[in-house]
């Protein structure tokens, strides 16, 4: 698969005995042009390994398949489609051609190829209803809407993982993590004493399961003894904004889980711009003084997520040490008085003594 980015590419085509070295040029979210006949083009979307396929493409089909649909092409009746996933030949058939077609991107900007995928992904999971209707509901329609509409994806994640607080996850079954999470999603790295957060963003700079998240360059473990201890940060280990994988990120001991929780309270932003926010961010290495209660990790992934630095841990410490304080004057309050009244229940037990 290419490494590059195929914006607003027009291939040449392919013929069936063409295919390997089609996908030789291919990128993740590509938009794939099938001609399978002088009268129609069938779409799909290019999303790489998926379902014991090296090169999958969901696109929208009806249930009898694409040539199926084009033989009352006249009718305007809707058929009720269904999202599958094939292998590029599998849709080709022996006679038709292919092509990468991404020429709407130079009208209109596309998605991050990880949301395009994960877009698609989800809908071909969940097997959601499209009326087929040749003029303003087709494939190529579902691709468009996978790969330009920013709104439409938003709804598809919202109701995915929007408001999600996952199950745990270890090292062992971190596979089964990677199926569910997606681009957007704050993941939260469980510790004994806090925790630490991050915003998953897919595949970025040559790693697969990225998250982009405020610690130093040491790991999560070497930042999580810097933090909890007095010492100030040596030069060469202040925190920054890093790009790793989810395993590197959760070690051999750490859990691990999808937290979006705070969507019930907060509108999240469009996955499209949380991750882009957050790559941003690490490109151009914006610099973050951190700070316990100001500035953590926490308040970074909120940051990009829902365009509001907030921290449920540093109000947790906050409340806990205003708690704190106020029983250690309540109960020195309680010292004093006793202490000043000491002389008069002096008095009064001499004077009952007397008795």
């Not at 013929?15 to 990128?27: H, N, P, R, V």
């Not at 990468?100 to 991050?112: P, V």
């Not at 509001?308 to 020195?332: D, M, R, W, Y």
Request: hydrophobic share 35%.
């Amino acid at each position: 698969m290419a490494s590059n980015n195929n914006s607003g590419i027009v291939s040449k085509w392919y013929c069936y005995g063409d295919i390997a070295y089609l996908e030789t040029k291919l990128c993740l979210g590509d938009r794939l042009e099938f001609e399978c006949s002088g009268v129609y083009t069938h779409w799909g979307i290019h999303v790489g390994g998926y379902k014991n396929m090296q090169h999958a493409v969901i696109h929208c089909d009806i249930f009898e398949g694409v040539a199926a649909f084009f033989t009352d092409k006249a009718s305007s009746a809707s058929r009720k489609s269904e999202i599958r996933a094939n292998k590029i030949g599998q849709i080709l058939g022996g006679y038709g051609r292919v092509r990468i077609n991404n020429s709407t991107d130079k009208t209109i900007e596309s998605l991050d190829p990880n949301v395009v995928v994960k877009v698609a992904m989800i809908m071909q999971r969940r097997k959601t209803p499209i009326d087929v209707n040749l003029l303003d509901s087709n494939s190529e329609y579902f691709v468009n809407l996978c790969r330009y509409d920013r709104h439409w994806s938003s709804q598809v994640f919202a109701g995915y993982n929007f408001g999600i607080e996952g199950k745990r996850y270890t090292s062992k079954n971190i596979a089964d993590l990677e199926d569910e999470v997606c681009p957007g999603d704050r993941l939260e790295f469980g510790h004994a004493l806090h925790s630490h957060w991050g915003i998953y963003v897919g595949r970025y700079n040559d790693k697969e399961h990225a998250v982009i998240h405020f610690s130093i360059s040491g790991g999560w473990s070497s930042f999580s003894k810097k933090k909890t201890s007095s010492s100030a940060f040596a030069a060469s280990q202040k925190p920054e904004i890093l790009a790793d994988q989810i395993g590197k990120i959760l070690g051999a001991s750490g859990r691990v889980r999808i937290n979006n929780s705070r969507d019930q309270t907060v509108q999240p932003l469009n996955p499209y711009d949380i991750i882009r926010s957050a790559k941003k961010m690490h490109r151009v290495k914006t610099p973050i003084d951190y700070d316990l209660l100001d500035n953590n990790c926490e308040h970074f992934v909120n940051l990009c997520r829902y365009n509001k630095p907030h921290s449920e841990q540093a109000e947790a410490v906050q409340t806990t040490g205003e708690n704190v304080i106020l029983f250690i004057l309540g109960f020195t309050g309680l010292l004093i008085v006793l202490y000043l009244s000491y002389p008069k229940l002096r008095g009064i037990q001499q004077q009952l003594s007397w008795w």
